[in-house]
């Protein structure tokens, strides 16, 4: 059977049976459509983008408080007399204000 056999058996065969499915499988997007699916996702990706850059933006604030937190506690630590405790009180207060 060759080709224009098997295309004619294919007219024919859709003909005899309009019931059958196309033989695409693809349906037909108008313009329209496709220029509003794309606004949606394109509009979801800047969302999501801007929710990336948010998060971000807070893990490096936590890293900052974090270190923050390191070097009040380390001088803390280090801490011989009780009257270097201004000296740490003086830095939590740098700390804080700068962060």
């Not at 349906?27 to 998060?55: D, T």
């Amino acid at each position: 059977m060759g080709f224009h056999d098997t295309m004619l058996s294919v007219v024919i065969g859709s003909l005899s049976n309009p019931m059958k499915k196309p033989i695409s499988k693809k349906p037909f997007i108008s313009k329209e459509k496709l220029q509003s699916q794309l606004k949606r996702k394109s509009s979801a990706l800047e969302l999501a983008n801007r929710e990336l850059k948010i998060e971000k933006e807070h893990h490096a604030r936590e890293a900052q408080i974090e270190a923050a937190l390191e070097r009040v506690r380390n001088r803390s630590i280090v801490m011989q007399k009780s009257v270097e405790l201004g000296e740490v009180v003086w830095l939590t207060d740098s700390e804080i204000a700068g962060h």
